[in-house]
């Protein structure tokens, strides 16, 4: 695939992922809610419903993206979705967005460009235990947060558990490109694959550690918080899975967009 039309599938993804963040966070009432089931409610069900379809969809953008892209410029794309939840949360949610994130997010987009026309393919197999480590990390990592919110949610907490259901987001990037790679891929072979069940296993940690950033803390700073590790932990992991050479200019890149994520999410707080 043309690497330019790549590049335009993961940004119409990403900007499909944060719309159906946007949906759910603004419907999110409707998780466990246990008064009557009135037309708040139903429509509140409605809304998580499409957000839940709508991020469920991405994945098939980001498979052929990354027939096209190496993973690591996959992830640095993946920091558009800061912008487009900022976006999102101020239309649907009616959250401020402030001028600084205005003028950090044009130079977000600057450096994700810089680092998708940086993008080189790696060379030789996916390393399995790289892998490994980088799911093994965040689950072990969710252990003593869900433990602390029994005792103290907050929205501190919420920010921790968006930062792990981002590193786990982004992780999926890895085993579809494997099973992107696979020789004659076919469904038969994918579901005798582990790479498959990995991905099923950071995809539904992901999703249910991102419902309980929902209901502890602002879109404005779980979004952030969320897409900032989606985006740095594949990119970094791709390193060593793919053996991508290491690229200074595509490093720079990824370290501007990382601090535009963390200057939105301040921006957000205020």
Known sequence: MNPYAAFGIALAGNALLSFGMALQKKNIAFVGRKAARDAAWKRARV???AGF????????FNFAALLGLPANVVAAVSGSNVAFTAIFSALLLGEVLPRRS??????????????????????GSPAT??????LALPLLLAVPALALRRRRGGPALAV?????AGSLGGFMILPLKILG??????????????????????????????QLAYKDGAMNRVGPGYYGLYLLWPAIASWFVFSLPFDPIQAAALAVIAVCVV????????
């Open 181 to 210: 790679a696979l020789p004659e891929p076919s469904l038969a072979l994918w579901l005798s694959s582990p790479w498959l069940w990995l991905y099923l296993v950071a995809g539904a940690s992901s999703f249910g550690l991102l």
């Open 53 to 60: 379809t709508l991020m469920n969809v991405v994945p098939v």
């Open 129 to 134: 235990l790289p892998v490994l480590v980088f």
């Open 47 to 49: 809304g998580w419903i």
């Open 102 to 123: 205005i003028v950090v997010t044009t130079l977000m987009f600057a450096a994700i460009a810089a680092a998708g026309l940086r993008g080189v393919a790696g060379s």
């Open 160 to 164: 921790l558990f968006a930062g792990v």
């Open 263 to 270: 200057l939105i999410a301040g921006a957000g707080e205020r």
